[in-house]
């Protein structure tokens, strides 16, 4: 668990001039939940722009600062309008722009991705939303795993590295934006577990990606009543400082991290169900 890092205390959007491909300003926008209510809907000042009913400031668990947004999941909850966050981008990105997004997460034990079915089935975790209506996904899927999703493509794939149970963790997604070769990649805790350079990531020349979604549905719902945490969420579009050990830059953990070499996923192209 991440401690003692002074967090700021509202949604900060910072906008400056920028001449590179694909938008026109740098911008970045940070959701850390620190003004929030204890017990209030996380929306607002320091939280989403929307959030379910069940997704509340809470002062519980913190990855820095004091507090988070807790997700209180029910038995049978399907996550949409309940357990459910969005932030909306203070631009779209388009053909050409890069976007980071990273957030914060804690899955508190006990607890299980298996549905109410008793089986394993798609989880949103972490999404970034596309103007045709398509995403690119951290999904948990078929197994405890990271799995990343390109609904462009329809190409979904297990990164046999598993989501981490009882202990905050760092999830981050970065997109370069082409209807041809664009480039998406997930860290967890700031080691890179996937890389596709070879899909497009927009259908046309005119697409965009315009807002991030954290625990949008639950596929054949929630299998038991359990509590989430999710925190310290930074989209931008400004070239991050920091760099993973292939020298990706990436925003990274809050405290920083020694970044392992991981091999290439075997296996990309598995259609999603």
Known sequence: MIVGTKKLVTVLVSIVCLSGA???FAWTKTVNFENGTNGAIANGTSGFDYSGTKTTFSSDKAASGTKSAKMAWTKGDSGWNLEHGEINFPAHVTNGGEV?????????????FLSNTGAYSGIKIMRVATDVGGWHSIFSVYNPN????????????????????GAWQSLEIYLKLSPTNGIFRIWQNGNLVFEDLNHKTITTSNGYVSMASVMSVWNNNVGQSQTEYVDDFVVTTDRPSKVDSKGNPMIGPINGTTPITLLPPAGLRVTAS
Do not use: K
Not at 100 to 112: D, K, L, M, T, V
Not at 152 to 159: F, G, L, P, S, V
């Open 100 to 112: 980071w997004i990273r957030g914060y997460y804690y899955f508190a034990s006990p607890w299980r």
């Open 22 to 24: 694909g938008q026109a």
């Open 146 to 165: 990271i799995s990343a999703s390109n609904e462009m493509e329809q190409i979904q794939t297990d990164t046999h590295v598993p989501f981490i149970i």
